[in-house]
Structures are given as structure tokens and as C-alpha cells.
């Protein structure tokens, strides 16, 4: 489907706009996260446009939009990133607000700016916020008048080996050289030799050059057995700014997460809230605004650093609305049209644990690469406490063109060993054919004893995982199981398919056990 030309027709921002209602949002994203916002805005009676590639034509999230607009090609450089083509959308369609979402242009400081400048709302913080958390170097810098506990590093960025050398044995190893812009693992290098530091910084240099745009790297002393936490803040407008827990995000693949959970097994009450005024002055650092979250490292001895600051709605955020009750969106939307926040911190509670795993489309045995295809079967689970925020269905393609998560599977209970089983049970219950998933991953580590205890840190793929440890046990003894496999080989020969090939994705062979 060939789209529209757009014109962005920049004007001049009228700041009163932020204390009247938001009447049409855009949701300038796609898939889940489309849908997800789309959803709560339709809750609060706006009228609703989603922006779209070619290739997005007809997913679910488009058609869940009152209205929706063609905004480029399938790569996401020629469409979702492009800004002039999104806000030209909103100024078409009437849209008095646009909601980023996360990824795409969510933390693009640009694109905050165009938006204001075209008079519209952004649903999110001021481009001076996501500008300053943007860079860690920056962040740092901002926070560090705050007496908020960071990890021993570098204070600046650092290219020169000799430098390097001296910022190392004052730092100590070992230690971690790490881009200052950008994320997922991009730029970082751990140096436990010295004889490999040189090395290692022109790679973490060439590596974030490549990845953002900007080379600047530097260096701190690498956090033994990490725990990475995260708490979820709100801020309004008028000064008001409040926790909402933890989540737990360190089990990761390629230093990017996988399960996530809430409330942490980890914290105690005591240094839940001390964490939690910690984020609450990072916030305030920036002069934050809207939901945000500050990403902490827990060492071995419950010590806890600054990490960073999301300038956004994390993918996570489900468990904690499941956790709190709070729906995230709807008071960005409400922080976004100037109110205070609709309750203070001594309102909220943790109520039951939550678990997410996140559903990608890899290849696990693979090393985690991504799978394309058509989703020939696509059924998701459902019962008490499961929740399933999805953006693809059953027939639809998942294309090379787009991140590979294709859902959030999250499981609610009054304890965590009641969420761990109902995730366990709604992992078995997910039917996906058609590409390799993670879900088989997600059983095998939300199963695992280290897992289960809550003794686990962000090395849990390296330290327990392979492979292997996914083929599961038929449940039954070698003469049965036998017969079974004769048994789907003559039905496969009835049916002349050939028996050498299966459809991509299905797993003739083995059993899930049930």
C-alpha cells in the first residue's frame, strides 16, 4: 500500500495547550505498545489516529485506531524514525497529543522538540530530560550533586590508551568500558586483563560510533554478581513525584532483559525505599516530568549504583501496573494535560507478585537470533492473572524489518510461587507455530532452582543455560515413546508431507510435557 506524501508545517507552540484535555492522540509506535496505549486512550474517551509503515498495513494495531495514517516504507528509517513524517501525521488528522510508546523515537530529544514546536502535546518528558539522562555522562553529572551512590568510574569520556591506562589502575579491575550513549549491550566491553584494555576501548569506541553516532566511551569498575533493578517514578507538573517499587530485570540475553518481575525478591522494605527516594532525586535532578524509570546495579552485598534513567514507558511496565493497580499510561496522559498526580506515595502498595516474560521470535539454540515468518497457529493463553499484551496474530508476518518480540506474557498472583506456577502453566498453554520462540527459554529459567530461590544474578544465561537444557523429558517410557514417533511418521506419510521437514517452528519429535 503506497502511502501519502506528508508536510510537517512547523508553527509556533502555544503553551496553554497543557492545561486543556487531550481530545485526538497519536500513537507514534507500532505492535504491542501501539495497541497497549491505543487501549487506555479509548478508556478515556480520545479519539485515536496509529501511524503505519507498508509493511504494517494491515496489523491489528492500525485497525484498533480511529483513524490511521501511511507514514513510509517498511524499514523504520524511512518510516517510524522519520519526524517530519510523524508529527505531519498528527497536524493532518487533528491530533492534539502524541504518545511515543518506547523504542523508535520515545528518547529522541528531536523529535520532543518538533512536536512542542508544532503545538502539540507530547506524552512524555521535556527534551531537556531525555537530552541530560540520554547520555550517561550527562546523567551522572546531573546527579552527582544528590549524593546518589554511583558506580567508581571515569568522570568524562575517555579515548586515549594512556589516559585509559592510569583511569584504570585508579579505578581498579576489573572494570567495564561503556558507551555514553545508546543501550542493549552496544558499546560495552568487561576488561579483566590489562593487557587487553587497549583493545577492548578501540572496539567499545568503534562499536558505539557504529551503533549511535557517537563514540564517546568511559570506564567503571565492573560490579561483581550484579543485580539490575529498576523503580518506576511518576512526576507532575506541579512538583509532585512518587515511587511505584521495583522490578527485576536480571535475567537478560546479549545485556538485554528477558523476565522481569515485581516486587524484587532481593529488597527488604528498608532498602525497597531507599531505593525508591533515591529514583525520586534522580528524577528531580532533570526536573522530571511524566513516567520514567531509574535502573539501579544491586552488588553482592545488597550495595546499590545508579545505572541510568529511561525517559519513558518501560516494555516492563506491566507487572508494575499489575502490582499497584496503577494504569501508567493513563497518568501520562493526565501528567501530559497538566493535572497532578491522582494519589501520593502513601496511597500505594504492592499487592501479589508479578511475572513478564517477553515473547520473542529467535532462535534460542540459535544464540538468540531472530525468526521470520508467517505465523501459521497463534494462540495466546488466558485465565485469572494472566494478561497478554500482544501486537500480531494468527496469519500475520514477522518481518526482519522490526524488533522480534512478538508479546508480553505476564502472570499475576497474591505470592510469588503462586505467579511462578501460573506462568509455568500459561508458558505451556501459549500455542506459537510458524517461528522459533523464547517460551521454551522463559519455562526452562522461571522453572530453574536458582530462579525459584530468588539466588540469581544478571550472569543466569551464561552460568545455567545451554541449549540442550530445552529438550524436556517425554512423559512417557522408551517402548511408548517409540510407538509414538512410528505413529507420527506413518501419519506424516498418509498425508504425503515429506518426513525429513517440518513446518518452521513446530517440533514433531518431542512432547512438551503438559
Not at 143 to 165: C, F, H, L, W, Y
Not at 196 to 203: I, Y
Not at 282 to 298: D, I, P, R, S, W
Not at 435 to 463: K, M, P
Request: glycine share 8%; net charge negative.
Amino acid at each position: 500500500m503506497p502511502c501519502n506524501g506528508l508536510t510537517f508545517v512547523p508553527r509556533k507552540s502555544d503553551m496553554s495547550t497543557k492545561h486543556r484535555p487531550i481530545t485526538k492522540l497519536l500513537v507514534a509506535n507500532r505492535g504491542e505498545i501501539a495497541l497497549r496505549v491505543l487501549r487506555t486512550a479509548r478508556e478515556m474517551g480520545l479519539a485515536t489516529v496509529a501511524v503505519y509503515s507498508e509493511a504494517d498495513a494491515h496489523a491489528p494495531f492500525v485497525r484498533a485506531a480511529d483513524e490511521s495514517v501511511c507514514v513510509g516504507p517498511a524499514p523504520s528509517n524511512e518510516s517510524y524514525l522519520i519526524v517530519d513524517n510523524i508529527v505531519a501525521a498528527a497536524q493532518e488528522t487533528g491530533a492534539d497529543a502524541i504518545h511515543p510508546g518506547y523504542g523508535f523515537l520515545s528518547e529522541n530529544a528531536l523529535f520532543a522538540e518538533a512536536v512542542e514546536a508544532a503545538g502539540i502535546r507530547f506524552v512524555g518528558p521535556h527534551p531537556h530530560a531525555i537530552r541530560v539522562m540520554g547520555s550517561k555522562l550527562a546523567a551522572k553529572e546531573a546527579v552527582a550533586a544528590r549524593n546518589i551512590p554511583m558506580v567508581p568510574g571515569t568522570e568524562g569520556a575517555v579515548s586515549d590508551p594512556t589516559q585509559a591506562k592510569q583511569e584504570a589502575e585508579r579505578i581498579g579491575f576489573p572494570l567495564l568500558i561503556k558507551a555514553s550513549a545508546g543501550g542493549g549491550g552496544k558499546g560495552m566491553r568487561a576488561v579483566h586483563d590489562p593487557a587487553l584494555l587497549e583493545s577492548e576501548l578501540q572496539r567499545a569506541i568503534s562499536e558505539a560510533e557504529r551503533s549511535f553516532g557517537d563514540g564517546a566511551v568511559f570506564i567503571e569498575r565492573l560490579v561483581q554478581q550484579p543485580r539490575h533493578i529498576e523503580i518506576q517514578v511518576l512526576c507532575d507538573s506541579h512538583g509532585n513525584g512518587v515511587h511505584l517499587f521495583e522490578r527485576e530485570c536480571s535475567i537478560q540475553r546479549r545485556h538485554q532483559k528477558v523476565v522481569e518481575e515485581a516486587p524484587s525478591a532481593l529488597l527488604d522494605d528498608n532498602l525497597r525505599e531507599a531505593m525508591g527516594q533515591c529514583a525520586i532525586e534522580v528524577a528531580k535532578a532533570c526536573n522530571y516530568v511524566g513516567a520514567g524509570t531509574v535502573e539501579f546495579l544491586v552488588d553482592a552485598s545488597r550495595e546499590f549504583f545508579f545505572l541510568e534513567m529511561n525517559t519513558r514507558l518501560q516494555v516492563e511496565h506491566p507487572v508494575t501496573e499489575l502490582i499497584t493497580g496503577v494504569d501508567l499510561v493513563r497518568e501520562q496522559i493526565r501528567i501530559a494535560e497538566g493535572h497532578p498526580l491522582s494519589f501520593q506515595q502513601e496511597d500505594l502498595e504492592i499487592q501479589g507478585h508479578a511475572i513478564e516474560l517477553r515473547v520473542y521470535a529467535e532462535d534460542v539454540a540459535g544464540g538468540f537470533l531472530p525468526s521470520t515468518g508467517t505465523l501459521t497457529r497463534y494462540a495466546p493463553p488466558e485465565g485469572p492473572g494472566i494478561r497478554v499484551d500482544d501486537g500480531v496474530e494468527e496469519g500475520g508476518e514477522v518481518s526482519m524489518h522490526y524488533d522480534p518480540m512478538l508479546a508480553k506474557l505476564c502472570a499475576h498472583g497474591p505470592t510469588r510461587e503462586a505467579a511462578i506456577e501460573r506462568m509455568l502453566r500459561a508458558i505451556e498453554d501459549y500455542e506459537v507455530h510458524g517461528v522459533d520462540t523464547t517460551l521454551d527459554f522463559g519455562h526452562f529459567a522461571i522453572d530453574h532452582e536458582a530462579f525459584r530461590s530468588g539466588e540469581f544474578d544478571t550472569g543466569f544465561v551464561g552460568e545455567h543455560f545451554s541449549p540442550e537444557k530445552l529438550e524436556r523429558p517425554l512423559p512417557c517410557d522408551d517402548d511408548t515413546a517409540a510407538d509414538l514417533i512410528l505413529g507420527a511418521l506413518d501419519r506424516v506419510q498418509a498425508q504425503s508431507l515429506p518426513t525429513t521437514e517440518a513446518p518452521r517452528g513446530l517440533h514433531p519429535w518431542r512432547l512438551r510435557a503438559r
